[in-house]
């Protein structure tokens, strides 16, 4: 059974600082890219950041300059520092991690979502 765990949400005021982590574990061989999804309320689920295995990172052009996604491979850990907040960043942030579990193919893997509220 493989598990990925978030932690770090909460409410914070415009203009704060979270850090949100997601640890997997199980059976796990080796994890792939990582990623940070939310969806706010009324809204799609859209792609925040994404990590490879080697650290290179991509965001959406709405986080730039003020989400850092990072990754501990030895923890199987995915990290998200995200500074300088705006009520428009409130969402459920949910991980994601394409893993290769014991057996079978890569395959997608999600936590269960954590909530992050900025107050204006």
């Known amino acids: 059974q493989v598990q990925l765990v978030e932690s770090g949400g909460g409410l914070v005021q415009s203009g704060g600082s979270l850090r949100l982590s997601c640890a997997a574990s199980?059976?796990?061989?080796?994890?792939?890219?990582m990623a940070w999804y939310r969806q706010a309320p009324g809204k799609q689920r859209e792609l925040v950041a994404s990590i490879t295995r080697g650290r290179s990172a991509t965001y959406a052009d709405s986080v730039k300059g003020r989400f850092t996604i990072s990754r501990d491979n030895a923890k199987n850990t995915v990290y998200l520092q995200m500074n300088s907040l705006k009520p428009e960043d409130t969402a459920v942030y949910v991980c994601n991690g394409r893993l290769l579990v014991a057996i079978g193919p890569p395959s997608d893997h999600w936590g269960q979502g954590i909530q992050v509220t900025v107050s204006s």
């Open positions: 199980g059976s796990i061989s080796w994890i792939y890219d």
